[in-house]
């Protein structure tokens, strides 16, 4: 689901994301496909996003629902780091980890949220908690 790690997923979707958004002026999709093509690109490229979203939602969210799930996905994360089954100790990255996350995942995942449009205010409210939540991890993270 996260594809912040697998750079071909992640250009593959920014790619479908541009043909089937980047070309919508005034409300017409500039395309060579069928009205019906086009239409049912969006929607798969939206829940294609939904999906993603779903995945990270607590970076969405208020401050302290982030937090939760942020400290559970850690501990799991240092517990794996203690038991041998990863070779990266979180507390040397995570800080750093979130911001680039926020910046290069997060944010740019909420902004096309809100750019697709089928998510009215709520996605409104995505982004600015998307937003906040990095800042405050700036503030308050480490």
């Known amino acids: 689901a996260t594809d ?8 593959l979707r920014n790619a479908r994301w541009e ?6 002026v005034h409300g017409k999709a500039q395309s060579e496909d069928s009205d019906k093509n086009a239409i ?3 929607a798969t490229i939206v ?3 939904l999906i993603q979203a779903s995945d990270v939602a607590h970076t969405m969210q208020h401050w ?3 937090r939760k799930w942020n400290e559970r996905f850690f501990r799991e994360c240092y517990r794996a780091y203690l038991d041998g ?4 100790n979180p507390v040397d990255t995570w800080y750093e980890g979130e911001i680039g996350f926020f910046d290069f995942y997060i ?14 205010k ?19 993270g480490e």
């Open 4 to 11: 912040i790690v697998d750079k071909d997923l992640k250009n």
């Open 19 to 24: 043909k089937a958004f980047a070309g919508d």
């Open 40 to 42: 049912d690109r969006k």
């Open 47 to 49: 829940i294609e996003h």
């Open 64 to 66: 302290h629902v982030y």
């Open 85 to 88: 089954r990863s070779d990266t």
């Open 107 to 120: 944010i740019p995942l909420a902004k096309k949220l809100k750019d697709c449009g089928v998510f009215g």
């Open 122 to 140: 709520s996605s409104d409210e995505y982004l600015t908690y998307a937003t906040v939540n990095r800042r405050e991890w700036e503030m308050r």
